[in-house]
């Protein structure tokens, strides 16, 4: 197994731009998650799928959207990229409750 | 929503020592609380978790202590080694493990 792999591991972008970033998970976890990590900062929830089809607003959604069109994938996109996105992004999953969440090895993303 | 603090932000054990991570938790809410370890560049790696209605759980050399009354939890990391060197996170989640919130770190430093 992979495990949860992030596509990419790094990126560039310039104020306005839009890209998405893939989440990939072979454990057929029902369960998945975008959080950014800021320096000095804990990791902040974006969004989260509880299953394929769903999604849900974490607390920093703002500037983010999510789809989860299969239930291995997630994707988050940022339509119109700020500095203020400039940050690392994670990915996780977990089956469900009482068993381990599982971390992708993040997304580095500088908005100039 | 969630709001979990560390009392600390570093905390430098000598090897071999035990280390005791504190956190503080607002939402009585929270079904689980889970501890993470964060290795620079890395992403974070599941450690233990609490259901809210237990007051101890223990791994291997690692134990949980849950105390609802104060909204208190902590990490007890016993025989602390220089592998244990990292970031620890904690984390409250509601609705099973729906959505996880974490809090912002305390980074450990191991003396050989």
């Known amino acids: 197994n992979a495990g949860v792999t992030q596509t990419p591991k790094f990126r560039v972008l310039k104020t306005g731009q839009s890209m998405t970033l893939l989440c990939a998970q072979d454990?057929?976890?029902?369960?998945m998650y975008w959080y950014r990590q800021d320096p000095g900062m804990g990791l902040r929830l974006i969004h989260y799928s509880v299953g394929e089809g769903t999604t849900a607003k974490g607390e920093v959604p703002d500037g983010y959207n999510v789809s989860r069109l299969k239930k291995q994938n997630f994707l988050l996109g940022l339509e119109s990229a700020a500095p203020s996105q400039t940050s690392v992004y994670f990915c996780?999953?977990?089956w469900g409750e009482g068993y381990e969440q599982y971390f992708g090895p993040g997304t580095r993303l500088t908005v100039t | 929503g969630e709001s979990v603090g560390l009392h600390l932000p570093t905390l430098s054990v000598q090897e071999g020592d035990n280390s005791i991570i504190n956190c503080a938790y607002s939402n009585s809410a929270s079904d689980y609380f889970i501890w993470y370890k964060q290795e620079s560049g890395k992403g974070p790696q599941f450690i233990i978790d609490i259901r809210s209605n237990m007051d101890k759980r223990q791994g291997q050399r690692v134990t949980v202590l849950l105390n609802k009354t104060v909204k208190h939890l902590s990490l007890q990391i016993a025989a602390t080694q220089p592998g244990d060197s990292a970031v620890y996170f904690c984390a409250g989640a509601s609705g099973g493990y729906q959505k996880v919130t974490f809090g912002t770190g305390t980074k450990l430093q191991v003396i050989p």
């Open positions: 454990m057929n976890h029902e369960y």
């Open positions: 996780a999953s977990v």
